[in-house]
């Protein structure tokens, strides 16, 4: 093994690859309905948005996931409710309410934080993550994410394929589709939330969205867009956590240039293959 | 289908129905009945609310007041008896979806919501597949389809649902001439089992033809009973708003100054 | 903390700009901040908002190598700025017409793809926690004389533009299909718009950082579209609000030790909840009457 590459060999290494991996997928999983759901942005400005929630949860519940998880969700909750009512009750259009809302949440997180030193939340780490630097206890809480996630897939894939699909004849044959909303805005928050450590906030949107819409130009059905974008998550995050070890630079930086990468070079690749023209 | 015993012999009666979009009444009051056993074709100019008609007796629109009972219940009651149609237009045919895929939602309402879909329900599938004749297509992706094959999917997954009453907004919309008339006779052997089709269409010349049973509407109902009282010179006039209708031999010439130009 | 007389020093100190440090800061927060109001009007009218996000996110890797490879010239930094940003812009262009991805995925894609190579970049180069931090979350404190000139350029840039190209400018707005027929040149005109939100962003950038520039774009905008119905007036609004919370924002976080940045865009949100209670209120009256 060359010498650069002891790294491979530590257990560090491993844990924290496996903390990214795990991360990557889960917030995979939960994009691809995101996509297709109109609400790429959306997740966007409730990851912002959870700040506070997760600032106030440490705080308040004394550093367990559970305050911190339900401050997330209650705040990614609240921004949604915010966005809405705004629209509603002003002429304001969705884009500016989202901005206005979403960027002042984030403001009153990053406040909070820096009145909090010696809370083990860094605003680097909020922006980009911090996995080399991570607890045991932040596996364990991407992982029980994860599996919230799996299940959730396994019992309610169809109401979630249909509701995604064709909301109004979702609503029609009885799926909850209003439900089924709610439970998404949670997972966004959850899994923000449950990769704080791995890829930070700002980034969070690279792991929801990247995958799933790489994986969607080229499969044909649902399920196969679910697998392989799974897929192309771990397989980034283990290439992203070797290259950037071994460079040193910023991993979940590095993972959100790689998924880009890999969305335009399949893209292209494609373009090229089909029509011979770019556009 | 439903069972024979207790058979409804109303499919949709609608009393004094109000509905729109914020700030914008479209239907002021409509009433009328609809018997089982009818093909209804819903016509009027633009603007009349056919398309906001549906969606109001399906729930669909916040604020709508009235009374609605399908099949003689409520929309509750009576969910997975009843089958709709959107426009195309309504979904994302992007979507990472086969044509079966598609069709096999139409059998959401046949199990417990957790469940995934059986032999059975893949069985019926295939079956309404054949019928509307896009077997062979069952594995291609939805993007991939033409306006009438996708119009077809749609149909056949509204077929897959099994209910007694059809709701269809603008099937025939930019549908090639083989769609059309595969839609027509599915439709046509739906009414022939004992249930009730109601459908949103804009061609004057083809209705009278295609349907056994009118409803005119213009924000209104002008009228509404079999095609042969109802579908007159005097009522359509009344229905488009005057002289924007010419008669040749007593039957509508279609091409007039409507207000879709 | 009010009982600790230090602080009530600090605090008159503020006031009354006794150091240069602070006047420049002051200076320059409240130019950029009249600046992004002034543009900020556009990103409301145009919808353009999570464009703005995306831009603010997509010129952090053209800033990093213009800071590295241009020896911290402002005019290398504005030039990779440019220069990211629109490849990110005509690349959230090309994925919908390439794909069958709609606008908001690709800007997903396309925005946290490119800051995530800032992001790289800046930790790959070492260049310190505190330049880390200024760039990302902004650093009001740091801004020297040459900030100030720049901010200062920029805002007469963008208010120049604004007098020429008033009329085309809002006549795009508020119909781009029949500007177009007319013959106003709407593409050099949103061009025009680009470069001038690039350069806004960037001289923001060490004031509020890449992750909070959205706020001082859209926040004053919004706040005085809820306050007006005419453009004019909504500007001059618009420039206020961005102006009075960057001073704001600066008091506050050199009284309670905030983060400046946060601190700005909290005051701005300030402003727009008053609208916004204010504009509530007078729906209720006009419907009670």
Redesign the interface.
Known sequence: MPAWANFLGAPWFWNATALVAVSAVLCALIGVFL??R?M??L??AIS?AILPGVVLGYLLGGFSAAAFVSGAVAAGLLCVACIGL?VR?????E??????VF??M??????M???LRGVDLD??CV??GEPLAAKPESLELSLGALLVVLGLLA?????L??A???P??A?????PERLIHIILLGAVALATVAALRAVGI??A??F???PG?TA??F????G??LWVAALIAAGESLVGMVL?VA????P??????L???L??SI?LW??VQTGNR?? | MTDATVAPVEAMRVVDLRAGYPGHLVLDGVNFSLPMGTMTGVIGPNGAGKSTLLKAVLGLLEGATGQVSLLGGSLRECRKQVAYVPQRSSVDWDFPASVFDVVLMGRYAHAPWWARPGRADRAVAREVLERVGLAELAERRISDLSGGQQQRTFLARALAQEAALYLLDEPLAGVDAASESVIMRELDELREQGGAVVVVHHDLNTAPRYFNHVLLLNRRVVACGPVSEVFVPDLLATTYGGNVLMFAGGKPVLGLRDSRD | MADDPAWWALTSDVLTLRYDFMRHSLIGTMLVGAACGLLGCFIILRRLALFGDALGHAVLPGVMLGYLWGGKAFFAIFAGAVVTGLMAAALVGWIPRASRHRSDTAIGIVFTGFFGAGVALLSCYQMGTSGVTTFLFGRALAIGPSEVVHAAWMLAGVVLFLTLAYRPMVWMTFDPVGAVAQGVPVGALTGILMVALTGTVVVSLPIVGAVLVVALLVIPGATAYLLVDRLAPMFLIAAIVGAVSSLGGLLLSHMFAWASGAAMVLAAAFCFVMALMWNLSRRKYACLG
């Not at chain 1, 984030?106 to 406040?111: K, R």
């Open positions: 996509i297709y109109r790429s942005l997740s966007d912002h705004l009750y002003t002429r304001l259009k884009d500016a309410a989202m901005g206005v960027s002042a984030f403001a009153a997180g990053i406040v934080l820096s009145l605003p680097g922006v980009y019992v309610a894939y169809r109401p394929l249909i995604t699909f064709d109004v004849f609503k029609l044959v009885g799926v700002v980034l949107v690279a929801f969205i990247t819409a969607a130009l499969c044909r059905h649902m196969s867009v950037a460079w040193n630079v910023s979940s930086g590095l993972i959100a240039t998924g880009l990468g969305f335009l893209l494609q373009r770019l556009a």
